[in-house]
């Protein structure tokens, strides 16, 4: 026998909170998907690539609208994004820009930072011009090291006792962390071998002499 709390709950879990069904989102007209367009513009910083992902995604859920005659409407997601772009509101290389310096500032390096903007849809040349340099890669690892106590970065003391072992398996967790941050091997070697922090800031700086970066 079925308690009537029981049919309670599953009439509500059937139909929704409070036993009221969710209404359908229309299928979609020219209008409302330049709607979706914008509103989705506003909110993120976005790529060209993105926002198209996004409508044809919305378009899939919702269908497309049909016409006075009952014919189903064209939509051009295609073209209402490159139409977004000649109007500025989709910028990829601002984004890959920004994105860059994000990363870079939060001690990514250069490989992270390519694949977060091949991700984003991010043409091959906008990557590559807003790769970080050789001084903001010195950063970035610069940063990282500080933040997690690698190489001279290391907080307090070490046992003089500890086992070529323990100092073994450290160093391997120190370079696979920074080999997922997307460093490269020969920055994270230069790092862990160093002697003092002094040592790494000079070798960042030495980077940042030959570098034309705006970024500093």
Same mark, same amino acid.
């Given at each position: ?19 009221r069904k969710r ?8 209008? !409302? ?15 060209? !690539? ?24 064209? *939509? ?10 000649? *109007? ?5 290389? !601002? ?81 696979? !962390? ?5 460093? *490269? ?21 030495e980077a940042e ?8």
């Amino acid at each position: 026998m079925v308690s009537r709390g029981s049919k309670t709950s599953s009439h509500r879990s059937a139909s929704g909170s409070g036993g009221r069904k969710r209404k359908r989102a229309a299928p979609l007209d020219e209008t !409302a998907l330049r709607d979706l367009a914008l509103a989705y513009v506003a909110r993120f910083s976005t790529t060209a !690539a993105k926002v198209e992902g996004y409508l044809a995604r919305k378009v899939r859920e919702r269908g497309v609208a049909e016409d006075a005659e009952g014919r189903t409407q064209d *939509l051009d997601v295609t073209g209402l994004v490159a139409r977004l772009v000649e *109007l500025g509101y989709v910028d990829d290389e !601002a984004y890959a820009r920004s994105r860059s310096r994000d990363l870079t500032g939060r001690g990514y390096g250069k490989r992270r930072v390519e694949q977060a903007l091949w991700a984003a849809g991010i043409e091959e040349q906008t990557r590559a011009d807003n790769a970080p340099d050789e001084a903001a890669s010195r950063r970035a690892a610069l940063l990282l090291a500080k933040k997690r106590g690698f190489g001279p970065f290391a907080r307090g003391l070490r046992d003089k006792d500890e086992t070529p072992e323990v100092v073994r398996k450290r160093r391997e967790k120190q370079v696979a !962390a920074m080999l997922r941050a997307g460093h *490269l091997y020969e920055h994270i070697q230069f790092i862990l071998e160093a002697a003092t922090p002094q040592d790494i800031e000079g070798w960042v700086t030495e980077a940042e002499e030959d570098s034309d970066d705006v970024w500093r």
